[in-house]
C-alpha cells in the first residue's frame, strides 16, 4: 500500500513564501510522475506542477509559472513545491500526487492561505 504524507502548508502574507513537501512510502518503486494540484472552495482540482521521473520534465500551471518551483528526489519519492511571490488567489488545499504503474495516488492535503 502507497501512502503520501504531506507538510508545509500554513498562512503567509501576500509576497511570502512556503515550501511544501510530500513523501511516499510503500511500493513506490517505477513511479512515473508526481506533482501538486490544489483545490479552492468552490473550485475544481487543478493541476498546479509536475515532475516526470524519466527525463526530469516539469510542468506549471500559467498562473504559477515564474513563483513556484517542483523539485524531489525519484529514489526517495519526494517532492517538493517552493512557492514564492504568493497571491491571496493562490489559497487553496494543495494535494500531492503520485502515478504508479499501479494508478494514482493522492495525499490528504494541506491548507495554504494567503493573507492580503
Known amino acids: 500500500q502507497v501512502q503520501l504524507v504531506e507538510s508545509g502548508g500554513g498562512l503567509v502574507q501576500a509576497g511570502g513564501s512556503l515550501r511544501l513537501s510530500c513523501a511516499a512510502s510503500g511500493r513506490t518503486f517505477s513511479s512515473y510522475t508526481m506533482g501538486w494540484f490544489r483545490q479552492a472552495p468552490g473550485e475544481e482540482r487543478e493541476l498546479v506542477a509536475r515532475?516526470?521521473?524519466?527525463?526530469?520534465?516539469?510542468y506549471y500551471a500559467d498562473s504559477v509559472k515564474g513563483r513556484f518551483t517542483i523539485s524531489g528526489d525519484n529514489a526517495k519519492n519526494t517532492v517538493y513545491l517552493q512557492m514564492n511571490n504568493l497571491k491571496p488567489e493562490d489559497t487553496a488545499v494543495y494535494y500531492c500526487k503520485i502515478v504508479l504503474p499501479i494508478g494514482d495516488v493522492w495525499g490528504q492535503g494541506t491548507q495554504v492561505t494567503v493573507s492580503s
Open positions: 515532475i516526470r521521473w524519466t527525463d526530469s520534465h516539469t
